[in-house]
């Protein structure tokens, strides 16, 4: 018999101390939940965040109570070390997440020491670069082509408002909630009775338009301050508006106990993981 005949077939079955290795030790499993926390960070804060409709400006296309996963990364500019991502740049019709461009004293928040916290809004995009476009009876006229109303809320002789749907025909020096630095230069970009958007620069209104403060108050938004776009609502719960905006810590609490009291029957079923359009 040769000698390979002796050779007994080697056991797939692991020992009892090669079991024993394989466990982890505490320090490889702090490592592997470190791994996913800085995995998850990068996701949250680099190519996805959350975001939750605080009020109605965009009713009835997103609702109070709306919680959104925003694509961070698409909309960005272009970068060398991934490129592999399809970047674009904003269109009309997109919903947006952006930095309100201005803040009004006495109307947006400011810390302690009299510093502007700015606000984050998501908001229709309207106009890009170089469009020409002006409102009539609520339709948006844009560079001659009047454009369809779709999820906006319509103009009716109930609603009717001489601002907000024949813009910019009343200046908004005569409307109160206007910043102070639009009214005095919105006239520098009137043509022929259109608003001309600048280079850089896009027109942002909410579908709610009879109640949203937007572009027509507070003037354009800079490209550098577009976050991302919603993609879609991955829980929506019942809140009246501006209920969510409450800062104070009692306020907080007394909000997450209502949640869990109410969590079954003030969830919107029918909006969970919804396309945001």
Not at 210 to 230: E, M, Q
Request: proline share 9%; hydrophobic share 40%; net charge neutral.
């Amino acid at each position: 018999m040769s000698p390979a005949a002796n050779i007994s077939p080697v056991s797939t079955k692991p020992s009892a101390s090669a079991r024993i290795n394989q466990n982890e030790t505490p320090f490889e499993a702090i490592a592997s939940i470190c791994s996913v926390l800085v995995v998850g960070l990068f996701i949250m804060t680099f190519l996805a965040q959350n975001y939750v409709i605080p009020s109605g400006s965009m009713k009835n296309t997103l609702l109070v109570g709306d919680h959104l996963l925003v694509d961070r990364i698409t909309l960005v500019p272009p970068a060398s070390w991934m490129p592999l991502i399809r970047y674009r740049e904003p269109g009309r019709g997109d919903i947006l997440v952006f930095l309100k461009p201005v803040n009004q004293p006495g109307i947006d928040v400011t810390d302690a020491d009299g510093i502007p916290q700015y606000t984050t809004l998501v908001k229709r995009l309207i106009g890009v670069p170089g469009d020409h476009f002006h409102l009539r009876n609520g339709i948006v006229i844009m560079n001659g082509i009047a454009q369809p109303v779709g999820l906006a809320q319509p103009t009716t002789p109930g609603n009717f408002n001489g601002f907000l749907d024949n813009f910019p025909a009343v200046p908004p020096a005569e409307v109160s909630g206007s910043t102070e630095s639009w009214a005095v230069n919105y006239s520098s970009y009137i043509q022929n009775g259109d608003l001309v958007v600048p280079p850089g620069m896009y027109f942002m209104m909410g579908d709610n338009r009879h109640n949203s403060l937007d572009s027509r108050y507070w003037g354009f938004v800079p490209r550098a301050n577009i976050l991302g776009r919603p993609l879609f609502n991955y829980w929506s719960f019942e809140a009246a508006d501006g209920q969510l905006e409450q800062t104070g810590f009692g306020q907080k609490l007394a909000w997450v106990g209502h949640v869990l009291m109410r969590f079954l029957p003030d969830t919107r079923w029918r909006r969970t993981f919804h396309v945001v359009r």
